[in-house]
């Protein structure tokens, strides 16, 4: 029986152990999953928000500086997850605006 066991000691051990490895992968891998879609949906809102307030100013025709300023906060943040290409054009129409409505 002692034999037996010295025998597949170690066999048991080490699947125990890439078993467990195995499963580590598998929960590491899930998380940067739901790490890259909050990532993903944090940089859509910050898209839609920033249109939204696009569209505002461009209606108004101006661009007040607090505005700006918090456009700008909100694409640095879009930038940063990856974000660009048409936002960027928006934020640069923006810049174009004037800051205070014209009489």
């Known amino acids: ?33 739901r790490q890259e879609a909050i990532e993903l949906g944090l940089q859509a809102l910050l898209r839609n928000e920033i249109k939204k307030a696009y569209t505002l ?3 108004k025709e101006y661009c007040t500086m607090e505005d700006m300023d918090n456009i700008q906060n909100m694409y640095d943040r879009y930038h940063l997850l990856g974000g660009n290409g048409s ?7 923006l810049k174009e605006l004037p800051t205070e409505r014209e009489s």
């Not at 000691?9 to 899930?30: E, N, P, R």
């Not at 936002?87 to 129409?93: A, D, M, N, Q, S």
């Open 1 to 33: 029986m002692e034999d037996w066991v010295k025998e597949y000691w170690l066999k048991a051990l080490f699947g125990a152990f890439v078993s467990c490895f195995g499963a580590l992968i598998l929960w590491v891998k899930k998380k940067f999953k």
């Open 57 to 59: 100013c461009a209606e």
């Open 87 to 93: 936002v960027t054009r928006l934020l640069e129409k």
